[in-house]
């Protein structure tokens, strides 16, 4: 499975719904995510990916879209 | 050993709608209801004090005990809204009860205040006797101001609560504690001497719904409780949304939750006494069943009792 794949199961657990957002969609706007799901969607990709997200990252802008989460992983494997 | 004899509760007279103050804040009723659950909250009177409202509260939690204030052996008050740096407001509070001369300690933890209160009356009870836990805020008094944040403004109320924790009876028998304190995130959640109160809400959600569920579940361990067998918890009102997180973590069905933020929004210390006040004026100690007391605040501090019914 792709990256891009993991990441959007991610949010579809998360999110407890088979959303199907584009890459540069803000999840929050589109209302697929709130600042509730945040907390949990770090905590999946930190399981996911063996990543540490810092509490000085957890900000939705870093975890907007699709495309920015996969940014944020690759800068910090 | 020690056991929980009665609570206590008093909020204030005046009710404070969300539509009191969206407008002004530009927020939307709908919203302050599906971020956090609230629908109203309680303010003080301006010349209202958190003395006020403790004695209040005690006086009703002593009022259902059925215990004269003479009685008390130990006072310990939490409050991060008194009126002065210090002294706190528990030896005040003490000599309106007209129990001056008994030691009245001060545990000004936050919204954590009820449960560090808790926890230490049942580790005091076998000296002291009677020990009467108040938890009073004014929060209004430190959220509103020229410029109110819409992201906490929206959050608080006011009012009191009390529990009456006794080395000799009571309905419920304390069987297991649990405390823990953080310094390292003290600036997400604080309130500097200058003020305004400063959340940094996502860091809160973040460690509050991963550490709530994992003392709950320590003291449920400790104490030889299932889930499954627990019949209320009782926890600080801080959020609709954190509290059915908390409880669907731990495995606790939701009836179980006992919640009236919707009604008072989040009273910091004071929230989880006024609800086990309300918890008990509603009948739900006569299922005799174990319940678990749980809260988490600024510091962070948090912690989790475990009661189960006492032997009669």
Known sequence: MSEAARILEAVRTVAKQQVNPDPEESLFESGVLDSFALTDLVSALETEFGITVPDSDLNPRKFESLAKIEAYIENHK | ?312
């Not at chain 2, 210090?86 to 003490?94: K, R």
């Not at chain 2, 606790?252 to 210390?269: D, H, I, K, Q």
């Not at chain 2, 929230?271 to 749980?294: K, N, T, Y």
């Open chain 2, 1 to 312: 050993m020690a056991f929980l004899r009665a609570f206590g509760a008093y909020l204030p007279d005046r009710v404070v709608p969300n539509a009191e103050f969206a407008a002004r804040l530009g927020v939307e009723d709908s919203w302050i209801v599906q971020m956090s659950g609230i629908e109203e909250r309680r303010f003080a009177a301006d010349s209202e004090t958190v003395v006020d409202m403790g004695v209040r509260a005690a006086e009703a939690c002593l009022a259902r005990a059925g215990l004269a204030a003479e009685s008390v052996g130990l006072i310990v008050v939490s409050s991060g809204t008194g009126e002065r740096r210090f002294p706190g407001p528990a030896s005040e509070i003490g000599m309106r009860l007209g129990i001056s001369g008994i030691p009245a300690i001060d545990v000004p933890v936050a919204s954590a205040g009820s449960i560090f209160g808790l926890t230490l009356a049942h580790q005091l009870a076998s000296h002291y006797g009677e020990v009467l836990v108040i938890a009073a805020e004014k929060m209004s008094s430190v959220v509103w101001n020229d410029n109110p944040d819409k992201n906490t403004a929206i959050l608080f109320g006011d009012g009191a609560g009390a529990a009456l924790v006794s080395s000799k009876s009571g309905a419920w028998e304390v069987r297991a504690t649990a405390l823990h304190s953080d310094g390292s995130t003290a600036n997400d959640l604080s309130l500097p001497v200058d003020g305004p109160l400063r959340m940094n809400g996502m860091v809160v959600i973040r460690h509050a719904s991963q550490k709530l569920p994992s003392v709950i579940k320590e003291v449920l361990a400790a104490g030889a409780v299932l889930a499954a067998d627990v019949g209320a918890i009782l926890m600080h009102q801080a959020n609709q949304n954190l509290m059915n997180k908390v409880a669907s973590t731990v495995g606790v069905a939701a009836e179980r939750l006992f919640t009236n933020v919707a009604r008072y929004g989040n009273t910091s210390s004071a929230s989880m006494l006024i609800a086990a006040a309300e918890w008990q004026d509603a009948g739900g100690a006569s299922e005799r069943l174990p319940i678990v007391f749980a809260g988490f605040g600024a510091g962070f501090h948090w912690g989790a009792l475990l009661a189960v019914p006492a032997l009669q």
